[in-house]
């Protein structure tokens, strides 16, 4: 990722709380990198997935080929119960499919052991999800700075701890969090909570952020600070991202559009 632009020069509106001059229907540059699979940053093939409940089984992904481009904001849309997160999850490696292949900058992933998995999601894969996930009892910059622990292991994170901290202050003045390094999550609003999560995400300089309905718990214009927020990181930052949604107001500020269509992709 390139050095980092504080987002309120970024932003419409002269920064993240840029009120009513954020427009969730604003132009955008729509349609726009080629979808060329063999050039692709991520890519499955024929990813299958059900669950068991009980004796009966439930098909979730039934034949799933997806890919997106580096440089790529892709949105993945579709009803309720279509498979959109399980294909995050496992885009992201946190599950597995029952069948087909996903791969990463040319490389399998989806077969990798567990160790290598987790050392794939804390360098390369930045993931945020609709409910936050933050640590209650952290502070908005020790949360920043959880990956970044657990990553490089206690030892080597305090001989480092000075720069990794200045990686997280940096992170969160640039989403509009400078002010609240010591607050705990019980005293951030939930677009405070959400932009925390994004600066964790981002903490470990990933290639890819995956992003499971991040404004799905949000009022709208919090819901339109995080799409801004997004949309300013893939455009300044060239951060590639793919944004699970059921808002279709939302996709389509995105370059392209997935629709996930009872286990089976659609593009749009």
Known sequence: MSSLVPLRRALPGGGVDGGPHLRIDQPWPPA????????????ARGLRKSYRKGNVVIPVLRGVDFHTAA???????GQSGSGKSTLLHLLGTLDAPDTGEIHFQQRRIDNLPAAA???????QLGMIFQFYHLLPELSTLENVLAPVMISHGVWRYWRTRS?????AVELLEMVGLGHRLRHKPRELSGGEMQ?????????CRP??????EPTGNLDRASGQEILHLLRS??????????MVTHDEGIARQAHRVVRLVEGRVEET
């Open 32 to 43: 726009g990198l080629p979808a060329d699979p063999s050039a692709a940053l991520l890519s």
């Open 163 to 167: 720069h990794h901290r200045r990686r």
């Open 195 to 203: 932009r925390a999560a994004i600066a964790r995400a981002l903490v």
């Open 233 to 242: 990181l893939n455009e300044r930052e060239n951060l590639t991202i793919v």
């Open 207 to 212: 290639r890819l952020l995956l992003a499971d």
């Open 117 to 123: 998995r987790d050392q794939l999601r804390s360098r």
């Open 71 to 77: 440089g790529e904001f892709t949105a993945v849309v």
